[in-house]
């Protein structure tokens, strides 16, 4: 072998093995990524679609009130304790109510939700329903971010000047049955004079927006 093609299989070799670690970094990057994505998808302020830097956060727990002992027991331990959190209480003969309120900077999010979801299944195993939401003062796109996050969009409205789009995503907890779909995230968009308002609600919005 020449030494021209002595020189021109080595850089050959090295275009090869450079292209094969590129495709490997990349390859691995993206299933860290989708991991991510799949463990704890971003809320709001850390979906890259805002620049807002405050959010004000919502939990509300919903129990049958025929157990109200045992579950103002579980409130007590696992949920009054959380810091942070204003909370309210009604008690009825039919239901028993808890929310929660704060508000909420981007390096609070992926703790918040970590612990909603921990707490939505206890509360489910508990009898009762748990429902989480964020709002900006801001538009996001509820579609750019169901797709950016891995969810498939199921259901979509607009009446208005508010539009609202559900979807879904396996793994993602909690679930709920809207019609003949599962959904486990909402986003609502509201324009008006004064600026738009965005609320990310988990699984779906309980509240008036």
Do not use: C
């Amino acid at each position: 072998m020449s030494s021209r093609n002595f020189r021109l299989f080595i850089v050959m070799v090295v275009l090869f093995i450079i292209i094969n670690l590129l495709i490997v970094v990349a390859a691995s990057n993206s299933m860290v990524v989708n991991k991510q994505q799949k463990e704890h998808p971003p809320l709001l302020l850390n979906s890259g679609l805002t620049d807002v830097s405050e959010a004000e956060a919502q939990v509300i727990l919903w129990f049958d009130g025929q157990d109200s002992a045992s579950h103002s027991e579980f409130i007590n331990n696992q949920v009054l304790s959380q810091a942070g959190w204003e909370w309210e209480s009604h008690d009825s003969q039919k239901a028993l109510t808890v929310s929660g309120y704060r508000r909420l900077k981007a390096s609070d999010e992926a703790e918040i939700l970590t612990w909603f979801e921990a707490v939505a299944q206890m509360v489910e195993q508990e009898g009762g329903k748990a429902y989480f939401d964020e709002r900006i003062d801001a538009r996001v796109d509820g579609m750019v971010y169901l797709r950016q996050n891995g969810f498939e969009p199921k259901q979509g409205v607009i009446t208005g000047t508010t539009a609202s789009i559900a979807g879904w995503q396996e793994g993602f907890f909690p679930v709920v049955q809207a019609g003949r779909d599962s959904v486990n995230i909402q986003l609502l968009t509201r324009s008006a004079s004064q600026g738009a308002k965005t609320v990310l609600a988990i699984p779906v919005l309980l509240e008036e927006f």
